[in-house]
């Protein structure tokens, strides 16, 4: 298959698209306005890994305090606006360092024309973000709410910004559907070779949510498409940041901390299997080194079948079978193996 290969574009240190690593983003919940608030919560977000981080900006009193949260924070601060030009000008002169908005709902050539003067004088991106929702009404008409629409309504706020000469342009085109947005985007890579921002809109809570973003995204990125991802969840951000970076982690797109390999159990296990793993699972957390940790239910399977793990147990009758890189090294009663699984992994870590 032939991979998509997209022009990069730079967000704050990063570069997104091309061979760039794909980057992991969330959103703030907090009124932007909140300055306290916001940087709170995305000093939280950056602990958890977040790359680049977007606040909603409804009001001009959210826009001047863009710069003060920007101060306080270590990530590329994105604005989100809609339509208000004013808006994207005082965000672009407070330091943001990308804006979402959609050019074709600006209004007159000369406000569209303003904001790119100044996105081009601070070298900052334009992402542009279509929701299948909110499409044009003749595109509507014309399509319906599809995959087509969505990619037609994104390149005519596309073509606005080429004929400005401007081309640090992102773009998302968002669906709640998973079928849909793999559709969409597909058809988008073969229209344009600029970055594209993933992920599924209104995609529910942590369970489904997760579901609908990582096959919708993990589709796309195992054909090359996307150069940044946010899963979007109706949780705490965090959740979002924890999820982008297990769908990278599982195609492999970016080594991303310790991989947690564990069996389903069946009627060989005799431990405490689900409680033991779950407290690995927290123990491994805050771990950057991209380790593989296997909690197996068995010493018939158990090392074998994680034979690529760093270090790893095997269940027995009432114990376990430490073993390390697939061969066992010492063998310990039930209450030991958790203690005696993160002295192994210290040693490597
Ligand atoms: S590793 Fe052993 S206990 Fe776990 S599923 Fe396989 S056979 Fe069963």
Redesign the pocket.
Known sequence: MKKYKSRAVKVGPYFLGGDNPVRVQSMCNTDTRNVSETVKQILALEKAGCEIIRVAVPDMAAAKVIGKIKKRIHIPLVVDIHFDYKLALECVSQGADKIRINPGNIGSREKVEAVVKACKAKKIPIRIGVNVGSIEKDLQAKYGPTPKAAVESALRHVRILEDLKFHDILISIKFSDVPQMVEGYRLLAKKVNYPLHLGITHAGTSYMGTMKNAIGIGVLLHEGIGATIRVSLTADPIEEIKAGFGILSALEKRKVGPELIS???????EIDMISLTGKVEKALVGIKKPIKVAV???V???PG?AREADIGV??GKKMGAIFVKGKVIKSVPENKILSELLKEIRKIV
Do not use: Y
């Open positions: 069996c389903p159990t069946c009627g060989r296990t197996m239910g068995c018939v399977n158990g079948e095997a269940g």
